[in-house]
């Protein structure tokens, strides 16, 4: 028999979950990219976001990153209605997105990239001069860095010297810093190196020992099995499935996110 997500997360019930999706829907023209979706992230909870390409899942993060304004449905954070109008309110809300392009910049340094849009300032003269407090930033940068247990040799190179694996640190350092209370990851290890992509899996793991849900989207299933408590599943739109980590494998994940299963059906297609 297959489990109800409300059996899935019977463990969590006690707690009230920090994102909480109810019946979202998104278009594009005539197209439903996010269809009538349900979703719930508890504190503490690594939740995989898996589906073939145009499954809907990135449209899904948008809209709760406030990219995308969602047509219907609702999202409640901290328990709070919330609605989105641009990014910088979600990242101001403590919701932390990470894309593939990590939205960092090539010609700055480590420090610079961490208080990139909220530069902390010196001031002279009475405040008629002021100039930006790199001191601190260096200082600040260095601190939340080895927190995360995070080596770089010299924090003055500028962000396109370093490693891919380094580049994502310092992005998610950025995330933990602001105190990001819901951390979204769009396919963290691609592109990376084997050794890298342990790194951003154990930073991840991180983050949960921190009590920071982290939503996790990735093509690259032993990833998904490696550090997530729960696995939710989209195809063409729809949320199919949710499963325990612990209890499906990747062939049975692979069947919903190419169709051949869904819960809302409960049968073979």
Known sequence: MEQTA???KQGAQTREP???VHQLVKRFGGLTAVNKVDFEVYPGEVV???GDNAAGKSTLIKCISGVHQPDE???????QRVR???PMEARDAHIETIYQDLALAGNLNVGANIFMGREPQKSYLGGLIKVLDEGFMLAESQKIMGRLGIHIPDFSQQIETLSGGQRQAVAIARAVYWKAQLMIMDEPTNNLGVVEQRQVLELVQELRQQNVPVILISHTLPDIFAVTDRIVVMHRGHKVTEKKTSETDSQEIVQYMVGALD???DSYL
């Open 18 to 20: 920090m994102l909480r």
């Open 73 to 79: 449905g609702e999202i409640f954070f901290q328990g």
């Open 263 to 265: 819960d809302r059906r």
């Open 48 to 50: 995989g976001l898996v």
């Open 6 to 8: 409300v059996e899935i």
């Open 84 to 86: 989105f109008s641009r």
